[in-house]
């Protein structure tokens, strides 16, 4: 039977906080320091136009955080955009599935 992935987050919305401090750093000190601090890596990306990629990091326990990264200068610089917890992973058919 085929199978798609459907991506569910409680709190998909970054908290006020977060999204007012507008966070934004190297790409490579974000992921580091999400790997280190929060154990999250990478779950999902994709591009948003051609100068956005939109990254989501999860981790075991639930936690995620969406960034958006752009190309600056000779490197990249990723914004968080969205933090949470309950990160849920589900399978689901698809609809019109003939199997």
């Not at 992921?31 to 939109?54: C, D, F, P, W, Y």
């Not at 610089?77 to 849920?88: E, N, Q």
């Amino acid at each position: 039977m085929m199978k798609t992935f459907v991506v569910m987050a409680c709190c998909v919305f970054a908290s006020p906080a977060v999204a007012a401090q507008n966070v934004c750093l190297p790409h490579s000190d974000l992921v580091k320091s999400l790997k280190q601090r929060h154990k999250e890596t990478l779950k999902a990306a994709g591009r948003v136009n051609e100068q956005i990629l939109m990254e989501m990091f999860v981790s075991d326990s639930g936690s995620f955080t969406i960034a958006m990264t752009y190309r600056s200068g000779n490197g990249f610089v990723s914004c968080i955009r969205a933090a949470g917890r309950d990160f849920k992973e589900i399978e689901q058919d698809p609809p019109g599935d003939p199997t």
